[in-house]
């Protein structure tokens, strides 16, 4: 798996390399993307085909045709999903994401299909992660409640500076760097964690001197639940936990129980363990079935987010250009090749 960079040649280039035009499916596409996906797609000699049904073994049949398809985070692809989209001709998946955690890559590979995920500027999630750490240390959430029922008192509690803090990131690819740099302009310590040991400490070492930790890690086996009962344990009584990463990065029973007991100072989350069929959803007048959400949202020291860190108008842009780039490009690949 590559991540579809982006470039600098001009997009109309990259369409008059192909003799023909090519043609893509895009699954669970909202109105959104869908004008976006028909601006540019002609800029790249690509056909698109937008769908707002999620990709699954019933919608298999749209690809029929196209090689290529482009799949949202949203979505769990099943492996009978995969060999449905095998059987229908596909060869290559284009995931709208910089994770591909909800897709069985190996299994894809099995089928003989490709997948490779995106990227998009860092900047929307590494902005939206120093919001949510300036809100926890503030308390925002109480307070914008208080003021919602017309209670306008100081808390009891104060608010802390950034400043006077150490910040653990651990992860420091795209995102995890560009909140580092952000962070250069608060004047507080930063310490990392990442696969370059350069100049970084263990995460064992970051725990305990971190006032606010914040992940920035793809998941996979080795990283799920990085965050679990004893790393937890290991933490600055009364420090943060920031995650706009995956939610299966922390242990959230683990958490809600270190929040609960006080251990903890706050937690602002943009993704959750099992928020698949929760978050992008009206559940205003249904349960959610996830036993922990219902916990946080309880706590006035616990912020949630529906995964909508990386939404952006410059964010969508490039993950619908590279979208089309990555489409063009293996395609490019598979005639030359």
Not at 192 to 214: E, F, K, N
Not at 223 to 235: E, G
Not at 261 to 271: F, T
């Amino acid at each position: 798996m590559t991540v579809g960079m982006l470039h600098s040649e001009p997009a109309r280039t990259a369409g008059a390399r192909l003799s023909s035009a090519v043609g893509i499916t895009v699954y669970g596409c909202g109105p959104d993307e869908a004008a976006l996906f028909r601006e540019l797609a002609p800029r790249f000699g690509v056909v698109p085909l937008t769908t707002g049904e999620a990709v699954s073994e019933a919608t298999a049949g749209l690809a029929r045709g196209n090689r290529c398809v482009s799949v949202d985070h949203k979505t769990r692809i099943s492996t009978a999903t995969l060999l449905a989209l095998s059987q229908a001709g596909v060869g290559y998946i284009s995931t709208r994401s910089v994770g591909y955690d909800h897709i069985d890559v190996d299994y894809a590979r099995t089928v003989g299909i490709s997948v490779e995920n995106i990227a998009y500027s860092p900047d929307s999630v590494a902005d939206f992660t120093v919001m949510l750490m300036l809100m926890a240390v503030r308390h925002a959430r109480s307070m914008v409640r208080r003021v919602d029922v017309h209670d306008y008192r100081l808390s009891d509690v104060r608010g802390r500076e950034l400043r006077d803090l150490t910040i653990g990131v651990v992860g420091t690819g795209r995102i995890g760097s560009a909140v580092v740099d952000r962070l250069r302009g608060f004047g507080c310590r930063v310490v990392t964690c990442g696969r370059d040991p350069a100049g970084q400490v263990s995460l064992d070492d970051l725990l305990p001197q971190s006032d606010i930790v914040t992940l920035h890690t793809p998941l996979n086996a080795e990283t799920r639940h990085l965050l679990d009962r004893n790393r937890i344990a290991r933490m600055k009584p009364g420090a943060f936990v920031i995650n706009t990463g995956r939610g299966s990065l922390v242990d959230t029973s683990a958490l809600v129980t270190a929040l609960e007991s006080g251990r903890l100072g706050g937690a602002a989350l943009d993704v959750l363990e099992g928020e698949e069929g929760i978050f992008y959803a009206d559940h205003r007048n249904a349960p959610t079935g996830n036993p922990f959400l219902p916990r946080l949202q309880g706590m006035p020291n616990v912020l949630i987010s529906p995964h909508t860190a990386y939404h952006t108008d410059h964010a969508l842009g490039d993950i619908v250009t590279n979208s089309l780039r990555n489409c063009v490009t293996f395609e490019s690949e598979q005639r030359h090749g």
